[in-house]
């Protein structure tokens, strides 16, 4: 039995509404408790520290078929000569190093977003290599073939929603994401672009009849996290439009809009780019249902990986160093995968960077909005300190914005906004309201009974960037694993899954599709839990489901 | 929990031999011997049911070509580690589960990581690190591909069921399967004799397929140029023209041989590339039959790289030169081999000039008896494991259909690192 005491640090825990103050924290076998009548294996001295809940990341790409290609075609930026765990580079680290570079920044649960179910086991075997963290991943639907066919022959929502629920039992995930609603499918018969309301030309159905099926599903099978979309219209100038139909196509409904920064572009200007974040955030204060993370663009080189096969293919002109993979996957999805430098000389990407700070500053509740940098697509999981101070740190965002090496003052209005964030708020948008989202109870929270998932920061550090980028504590279901900067235990977290009930009926019907249309059996497409323990490598935890219905 | 006297039905089991990893295989278990009840090709069934013989089913350990108890067979292994200098990993076939215990292992003993046929998985790879690649998978090509070209002089021996189980099929959802064309390129001979399949949907072409960038400059400038008959050449022409989504299979390991391979691979992915300016289309290379995708992929996650790294305590280093075993071993540079074939029924290929020790398959075969041999069970036959398949994307369980004498590769190397 493992007992802490974290004594006499100042509280951030914004479930519990307790914003700076102080109070002992008391920790036994991995639970955070009231109070500990054995005797105190491990006390803390917490003065002058700041404790926070761990950091959760809910949009970051840290397993699966595509950060693997990248990490494969790009060996060349492998070249860590610091000898800092490995070679890896920072945008496309291996497993270990992953693991390792988020828990010495204090996040203890991050979750892969785009898992494609005939992959998952290739995604859960590299979460389950990744040390430390929780981890979880969003199962991608809306562009294979059997589901759209489902909704092109006006099946009932029940039979979606059966679907749905066998999709993240069978996966072994979290959430649905749907990326550029039948987009993909769409390139796979040469369509260039899909936009809202546009029919595929296979299936004639429009990608917001997907999101508004998908949302409802998702909604009704009572999974926590709302449908997670990746808007069509990647990276388009005017897209901001279409992000708009796309939120307005849940219909009411919960949803994410991940990665909002990509899809917040208007088409104004004598570039035909300009910044459309006054519009979207305009969206997302007033629309109660509706979460974003950002996508925060940060300058430097990385490599872009996506579901979102139709828009790689269309920018892999823009690939630096000049060369990419585009896959068309088992009738399910597709991924592109094309590096990307991402420059202050270039007027697109300064304003990319731009958008996606305004997008932050502009969005009132820190609980609608999510700290990302789509890792790797806008930069890598590293820079969060750094994009911490950006946000709380007006005088240093100005001054950053002066030094751009091209001029786009007049294309931003970064300048005229006063806000800084607080570090109440920056513990609400890392902490408390990515697990409210994500429906994990005993996460991002001290609570009594909450995981003890923990991190201390040094107070006297005033560089917040410094201070975020090293905690003096990470402390991980109740085990010390790291002290100042150096790893002291080595832990393996969790999987976090959901498994909402379902009519087994669906499944008669997908093993008449696999066995006449696919190339695997039905039964080899369903991790079961024991694989996942004695074969992945990793144990899970259920997360709670509560069924809802739409009157 | 089952006794070895049951009997036991299995279906949809995933077999390891071949990186298809066909998943409908029925297999009956009586006496904890295997008899697979698919109708599938005898070269497939066959390689369960001589595991049923005994000399596949014992546990076989020997020294210097003598049988011995494990015990010693493990204490010599650990002697001829600890003296060793320079050793190196050499993975001749597994699943990912073994890929990652010789990770493990590997910074154990400072050890050199790599796979017998990196060469030719690094010129697959090398594309997409030159320029760039439209790939697919095989229930795209099934169920949307309208035409397909096949590269082969072997490729049906050494996939006995692509023919039948992903190209030329019954069903596909979006095109007319009975219309699909398919263009097998290469040994006419072989590929008639090793397809055996007679279907008015596939065209025989006979070629050297030596001369594959000819043949694409050809329909690239619509002159034939290539030794194809006009009649056929046109008719591929035609059929690429008209295709809703054609797709270009073909092995890099046949072209291996070829001093033209690289600009082969190389011209075949820029003429798909350049077919998606207006139509779709997408390539797939087929390997993996030693488990050479799950190696690739498992190294990629846990190092970045796809093979040829060495362990210096607990960092590693890449370079594909300097780490290449097969180089290292053929030059005198490595002491120690530790050879590792959980799959393959290939005859591994010693190096009397080092110290050879084979955790192998029953019946391993090898040009020369190794040092130490230590049999292990098979991954899909013996023990739970998990495969790639051949095109990258697909991941498949394997089960343990019977009950093992023999011990997991992980626990042999575990044992022996102890």
């Known amino acids: 039995m493992t007992t802490l005491c974290l004594k006499n640090g100042q509280i951030f825990d914004p479930i519990n509404k307790i914003f700076n103050k102080k109070k002992d924290i008391y920790v036994k076998d991995g639970k955070i408790v009231e109070k500990l009548n054995e005797k105190i294996s491990e006390t803390i001295d917490c003065k002058n520290k700041i404790i926070m809940p761990g950091a959760i990341d809910l949009h970051t790409h840290i397993g699966g078929g595509k950060v693997n290609i990248a990490r494969l075609m790009l060996q060349e930026f492998h070249n860590n000569s610091d000898r800092d765990y490995d070679l890896t580079a920072d945008f496309i680290p291996s497993t270990l190093k992953t693991g390792l570079q988020y828990i010495k920044m204090g996040y203890t649960s991050c979750f892969e977003p785009a898992v494609l179910p005939i992959n998952a086991r290739q995604s859960h075997s590299e979460m389950a290599d990744t040390p430390f963290i929780d981890k ?136 035909n780019f300009s910044s459309a974040s006054a519009e979207i955030t305009d969206y997302i204060n007033k629309i109660p249902n509706l979460t974003c993370d950002v996508g925060q663009v940060l300058f430097g080189q990385t490599a872009t990986m996506s579901g979102d096969s139709m828009k790689q293919h269309a920018n892999h002109s823009h690939a630096h160093p000049d060369k990419w993979l585009c896959m ?195 039964p080899n497409y369903s991790i079961s839990n024991d694989e996942m323990s004695e074969v992945i490598g990793s144990d899970i935890n259920e997360v709670k489901c509560s069924r809802k219905r739409i009157s | 929990m089952s006794k070895i006297s049951d009997s036991l039905n299995h279906k949809n089991i995933v077999c390891p031999f071949c990186s298809l990893h066909c998943d409908d295989l029925e297999i009956d278990v009586h006496d904890n011997k295997l008899y697979v009840k698919s109708n599938v090709p005898k070269s497939c069934a066959y390689k369960y049911e001589k595991l049923n013989l005994a000399k596949f089913k014992d546990m076989v350990t020997t020294v210097k070509g003598k049988p011995c108890e494990p015990k010693k067979a493990y204490q010599y292994s650990k002697q001829l580690i600890k003296k060793s200098k320079e050793t190196v990993l050499l993975n001749s076939s597994s699943d990912v589960n073994v890929t990652r215990e010789v990770l493990s292992t590997a910074s154990k003993v ?208 890449y370079d594909k030169d300097a780490n290449n075993a097969i180089q290292l071993i053929n030059s005198g540079n490595s002491d120690l081999v530790i050879h590792l074939n959980s799959l393959s029924e290939k005859k591994l290929v010693l190096n009397k000039k080092n110290k050879n020790i084979v955790i192998g398959r029953p019946c391993t075969k090898f040009n020369i008896e190794p040092d130490v041999f230590i049999s292990c069970g098979i991954p899909g036959i013996d023990f739970k494991g998990h495969i790639f398949r051949t095109d990258n994307v697909v991941s498949l369980p394997l089960t343990s259909l019977r009950m093992s004498h023999s011990r997991s590769t992980q626990e042999i190397l575990r044992e022996i690192l102890e």
């Open chain 1, 136 to 271: 979880g991943g969003y199962a991608l639907l809306g562009n294979d073939d059997f589901l759209l066919d489902l909704i092109s022959r006006g099946a009932h929502q029940s039979e979606i929603n059966d679907y749905v629920a066998f999709i993240l039992k069978a996966t072994q995930c979290i959430g649905i994401k749907v990326v550029n609603p039948g987009g993909i499918n769409a390139f796979k018969f040469n369509q260039r672009a899909l936009n809202v309301d546009e029919n595929s030309v296979r299936y004639k159905i429009t990608p917001r009849k997907i999101v508004r099926l998908l949302a409802r599903a998702v909604y009704e099978l009572g999974v926590p996290h709302p449908l997670h979309v990746h808007c069509s219209n990647l990276g388009v100038p005017g897209n901001f439009k279409s992000t708009i139909e796309t939120i307005k196509a849940a219909e009411g409904l919960p949803v994410h809009i991940t990665h909002i920064q990509f899809h917040s572009y208007g088409n104004n200007g004598d570039r």
């Open chain 1, 328 to 522: 068309d996957i088992e009738c399910e999805a597709g991924c592109g995968v094309v590096p990307f430098k991402y420059t202050d000389q270039s007027f697109v990407n300064a304003l990319q960077w731009a958008i996606g700070l305004e997008t932050f500053l502009l969005t009132e509740d820190p609980d609608k909005i999510f700290l990302t940098t789509d890792h790797p697509n806008g930069a890598p999981f590293t820079s969060y300190p750094h994009l911490i101070k950006l946000l709380m740190n007006k005088s240093f965002r100005d001054n950053l914005l002066d030094q751009l090496s091209v001029d786009i003052s007049k294309h931003t209005i970064l300048k005229d906004i006063k806000r800084e964030y607080t570090l109440s708020e920056i513990a609400t948008m890392t902490r408390s309201a990515p697990a409210r989202i994500l429906g994990l109870t005993n996460k991002g929270s001290l609570s009594k009974e909450a995981d003890a998932d923990i991190t201390i920061y040094d107070s006297n550090i005033k560089d917040v960037e410094e201070m975020f980028a090293s905690p003096t504590h990470v402390i991980k279901d109740g085990v010390v694993v790291v002290k100042d900067g150096e790893i002291k235990n080595y832990t393996w977290g969790k999987t976090q899954v959901v498994k909402p009930e379902y009519d087994a009926t669906i499944e008669k019907k997908l093993k008449k599709y696999f066995d006449k249309y696919h190339t695997i059996a039905l």
């Open chain 2, 110 to 317: 400072n050890a050199i990581v790599d796979h017998v046929n990196s060469s030719i998985f690094l010129k697959n790879i090398s594309i997409y690190q030159r320029r760039g690649y439209m790939a697919t998978s095989l229930t795209e090509i099934k169920n949307k591909s309208d035409v397909i070209i096949v590269f082969s002089n072997n490729l049906f021996k050494t996939y006995p069921r692509l023919m039948e189980k992903f190209l030329a099929t019954k069903n596909s959802f979006s095109v007319n399967s009975k219309k699909k064309e398919i263009y097998v390129i290469g040994n006419k001979k072989n590929n008639i004799k090793d397809c055996n399949i007679r279907d008015k949907r596939i065209t025989y072409v006979d070629y050297n397929n030596r001369n594959i960038t000819k043949l694409l400059n050809s329909l690239i400038s619509k002159k034939n140029e290539s030794s194809i008959s006009n009649k056929v050449f046109n008719k591929l022409l035609a059929s690429i023209e008209t295709s809703k989504y054609l797709s270009v299979l073909w092995a890099t390991s046949e072209f291996e041989s070829y001093k033209e391979c690289d600009e082969i691979i190389y011209n075949i992915s820029a003429y798909v590339v350049s077919l998606n300016k207006t139509s779709r289309a997408a390539c797939l290379s087929l390997s993996g039959n030693d488990g050479d995708v799950s190696f690739t992929q498992t190294l990629g996650w846990m190092t970045g790289f796809p093979s040829r790294i060495k362990f210096t305590g607990n960092f590693f280093e």
